[in-house]
């Protein structure tokens, strides 16, 4: 039921509730009170984009609340299959790119934060180009624009078509094999050796992200020291490294902030956003 609902390039926006970001209820919720004009208003343009429709999208269109039931169950159906499993992998990789992002718009502003997104977009003041399916043009127009990284998204961003709805815009992350939850046959040797007070020290000091330089001062050893440390920690699949100019930026995995936590693990959160 949902793969005619995005046959590509557009992505219908009441299929992205704001309400998405407090969880998948929330977003169900917020699906099903859907107003028949927007429901009107995006299964047009997906009539006028895409090819032929099954006859239950008419009955989408119109607002037909069993047919708002079914698509509501059919991805509840969806999220506990295909997103559930792989959502803590899917939270380490939003999480490392937000800490990156983070830190580059602490460090070089707005326009360091916008310059970086390259290739992916290109920040020409005042304009932001980004590479999209659909060419369209979204005025702010003082509104402001929330950037959102996105592990399921695939290519390129998006953007919701409605104007008149928050400029937000979505992006995907780039995937790394190494974050995510330890795989079953990883070496012993690699959580073994995190045995030791100083490197539990650089794995506690991280917090929400840190360079190398930042660990060193804060646990009293040197740059040397963190990166032996964190080669290790990487190598256990507890934390994550990424490249922010001539610095690297530490931030721990789900597996990593479980093991700070005293737990075995982490249930997936059921946040359901835009993972």
Known sequence: MLLPLVPGPYFPDFLTPAEGALGLPSALEALLSTPKSRLRDDMTELARLGGPAPPWMRSLAEGDPRTLERLTAAMRSQYETAVAPFWAEAR???AAERARRARILLDRG????????????????????????????????????????????????????????????????????????TPSGAPRMSVAALIGQTRSSVLESIGDGSTTSELARRVGVSAASVSQHTTVLREARLIHTSRIGRAVLHTLTPLGAALLDGAPGRAPDDRFGYG
């Open 92 to 94: 380490a990789h939003v």
């Open 110 to 181: 707005c326009e360091g934060l916008l310059q970086s997104y390259v290739p992916m977009m290109r920040w020409k003041p005042p304009i932001l180009e980004v590479d999209v399916q659909v060419d369209r043009t979204l005025r702010l127009d003082g509104r402001g624009l929330l950037l959102v990284p996105s592990y399921f998204s695939w290519r390129t961003p998006d953007v919701l078509r409605d104007p008149s709805l928050p400029p937000v815009l979505v992006y995907p992350v780039e995937h790394d094999p190494t974050l995510g939850t």
